[in-house]
C-alpha cells in the first residue's frame, strides 16, 4: 500500500522560510508527476507547484519567485521550499502524486498546516 507522509510544516513569521517534505513509501515501482496543493480556511483547494519525473516545473503565479520545488527520486521524495512568506499562504498543504506500474493511480497525503502569522 502506497503513502505519502508530509513534514516540515509549522508556525512562521511573514518574510519567513519553510521547507515540506513529503515521502512516497510502500509497493512503489514508478512516479510520475508529484505536486503539492493547499487549501486556505474557507477557499477550493489549489495546485501550487508542480514537477515531472524529469524535473520539469511549473508555479502558481503567486507562488512564481518565492517557491520552489524539487525532488529526489532515489528518495521518493518531493520537496518545498517555500521563500518570503507572506500571510496569506496560510493554508494546510497537501502532496500529490502520479504513481504506478503500467498505469498511474493518484495519491494525497494527510497534509501538513503552514501559518504565517506575526
Known amino acids: 500500500q502506497v503513502k505519502l507522509v508530509e513534514s516540515g510544516g509549522g508556525l512562521v513569521q511573514p518574510g519567513g522560510s519553510l521547507r515540506l517534505s513529503c515521502a512516497a513509501s510502500?509497493?512503489?515501482?514508478?512516479?510520475?508527476?508529484m505536486a503539492w496543493y493547499r487549501q486556505a480556511p474557507g477557499k477550493q483547494r489549489e495546485l501550487v507547484a508542480t514537477?515531472?519525473?524529469?524535473?520539469?516545473?511549473n508555479y502558481a503565479d503567486s507562488v512564481k519567485g518565492r517557491f520552489t520545488i524539487s525532488r529526489n527520486n532515489a528518495k521518493n521524495t518531493v520537496y518545498l521550499q517555500m521563500n518570503s512568506l507572506k500571510p496569506e499562504d496560510t493554508a494546510v498543504y497537501y502532496c500529490?502524486?502520479?504513481?504506478?506500474?503500467?498505469?498511474?493511480?493518484?495519491?494525497w497525503g494527510q497534509g501538513t498546516q503552514v501559518t504565517v502569522s506575526s
Open positions: 500529490w502524486a502520479e504513481i504506478g506500474d503500467y498505469s498511474y493511480d493518484i495519491y
Open positions: 510502500g509497493s512503489i515501482f514508478n512516479i510520475n508527476t
Open positions: 514537477i515531472t519525473s524529469g524535473g520539469s516545473t
